[in-house]
């Protein structure tokens, strides 16, 4: 894929809905952007190159089509999910840095932080299953940030392999907040405040999610198990069941859990055993499964 320079007539985007004036950087910088190094439901991210400073960022973009109703309805979900990352500070969240979007609307560019070990998938890919020390070692890191974003009233809806990012020296970074959602109640959810959105990935959603019956954070620890599942078998949770989302739906609908893979040690199976209960008000908070015998290992 060739590269080409970004400069042309760019906006500040506004993120905040009050009547100050608080927008993102005027004087953003050239850059140029390179290779495609993951792709989702919510855009294309790709290397660039910051042509001012020289340094390496991760750009993530995202077309803007259809109606201007359709584009303005667009443009208002990504000031808030711009508004959610530009206040998140912590080693395990990926780092906002700026956003630019053209004068004729038709994309958003947002730069983050470059992460050159790329997503956990790609190292699953890559180099096959984790052995239960390593898969505990990320998982700590995995909760940390986990623990921060809920503190923040922050539930992510999508945590995958795909969307947890690696770097050279093994410290992981949760990325992709185009699920998520800021909700103000406490672990106990308030059904005032439970999203009815059908967010995140099939094969790593809740039931609760999947059901539209209304989720909150207890939906990214059932997440949580999947990844965990994914770590140790190098698969995608439910593989071994069905490759159709659409019975796999059906099944986390029913109340079926993924099958827990089989030879793992005893805490590694209570661990996953205790992400993976079909009442969210059952499972545990990030803070909780830190203390885990399980996460000992690593």
Known sequence: MGSCCFKKSALAVPINNDSSDRTLPLHIPKWKRGA??????????????NLVTGELHAVKHIELSGTPEQIFREVYYLKKEIFMLKNL???????????????????????????????????????????????????KQILEGLMYLHLQGIVHRDIKSANILVTQDGVIKLSDFGASKKIKSDYVNDKNELSRSLKGSPYWMAPEIARRSGHGFAADIWSVGCVMIEMITGNAPWKSVSKSVKDVMERIISGQTPPIPLGISLDCKKFIEECLKVDPTKRPTPGALLNHEFLKKG
């Open 89 to 139: 500070y912590h080693k395990n969240i990926v780092q906002y840095l700026y956003t630019e979007i053209n004068n004729d609307y038709n994309g958003v560019d947002i730069m983050m932080e470059y992460v050159s070990g790329g997503s956990m998938r790609h190292l699953l890919n890559k180099f096959g299953k984790f052995e239960e020390p390593m898969a505990a070692l990320y998982m």
């Open 36 to 49: 495609l190094i993951g792709e989702g439901a919510y855009g294309k991210v790709y290397e660039c190159l």
